[in-house]
């Protein structure tokens, strides 16, 4: 399945730093979402830091990659 209007082209033309700045951004509201759940310890709080946090954290790791990934395969001159 593609998606429409090829968004590896997309991304590409907004460059790597954006992607970078996008991958440090969502890694601070990760470790919010973690520092809460330490500052008011709820149970509730700390289930949701766990399985929220670490999933931004996810996501935040995997732009950081196709960042490294995309300024690799760029073209040198």
């Known amino acids: 399945m ?5 968004p590896i082209e997309r991304l590409a033309s ?3 730093e954006n992607l970078t700045r996008l ?3 969502v890694a601070l509201v990760g470790l919010a979402v973690m520092m809460v759940s330490i ?6 709080l700390v ?3 766990m399985s929220g946090g670490h999933a931004i ?7 950081y990659l196709l960042a490294v990934v ?3 395969r760029a073209p040198r001159g």
Do not use: S, W
């Not at 593609?2 to 090829?6: C, I, T």
């Not at 500052?39 to 509730?44: D, M, N, S």
């Not at 954290?57 to 732009?63: D, E, K, S, V």
């Open 2 to 6: 593609r998606l429409p209007g090829k």
């Open 14 to 16: 907004r460059g790597v």
């Open 23 to 25: 991958a440090c951004v």
């Open 39 to 44: 500052v008011y310890p709820t149970p509730l």
């Open 47 to 49: 289930i949701f830091a």
């Open 57 to 63: 954290g996810g996501f935040a790791l995997l732009c």
């Open 70 to 72: 995309m300024e690799a």
